[in-house]
């Protein structure tokens, strides 16, 4: 199947550099792994169990969303032990540490992904009883 994507140029320099000095063949090759890591990743998510503990880091400018994510974050008391926030530059990085009901963490996790100022969103679950 052939498709096509926006993508920054930035973005696909790096991209390119990466599987490149890894020795991939080329970059479908490099796009299908990446397609079935994110595939696994999601899928492990669906699958978490009722008690776990989890890091769930994302990226995001200030101005743009800090109101609605402190909202969010209000929302998930419940599974949100600890917080931790750094400046870098225009952006800022922060970092939930959670325990609780997998499915809560799940969709805290969701609900971080939908804002637009919002970069990245990547869990580590730790411990998944």
């Not at 397609?35 to 009722?50: A, G, K, N, V």
């Amino acid at each position: 199947m052939r498709t096509s994507f926006n993508i920054p140029d930035a973005v696909v320099e790096e991209f390119d550099q990466v599987w490149q000095d890894e020795g991939l063949d080329n970059r479908s090759r490099a796009v299908r792994e990446a397609m079935q890591e994110y595939i696994e990743t999601h899928s492990r998510l669906e699958d978490l169990s009722e008690n776990i503990i989890a890091l769930v880091a994302f990226d995001y400018r200030h101005h743009e969303v800090i109101g609605e994510l402190h909202g969010v974050q209000h929302d998930y008391q419940d599974v949100i032990l600890n917080t931790s926030h750094t400046h870098q530059g225009e952006w800022c990085l922060e970092s939930l540490f959670c325990q609780g009901a997998g499915e809560r963490v799940r969709e805290l996790t969701y609900r971080l992904r939908d804002f637009d100022g919002v970069n990245r969103v990547k869990i580590m679950v730790i411990r998944d009883n």
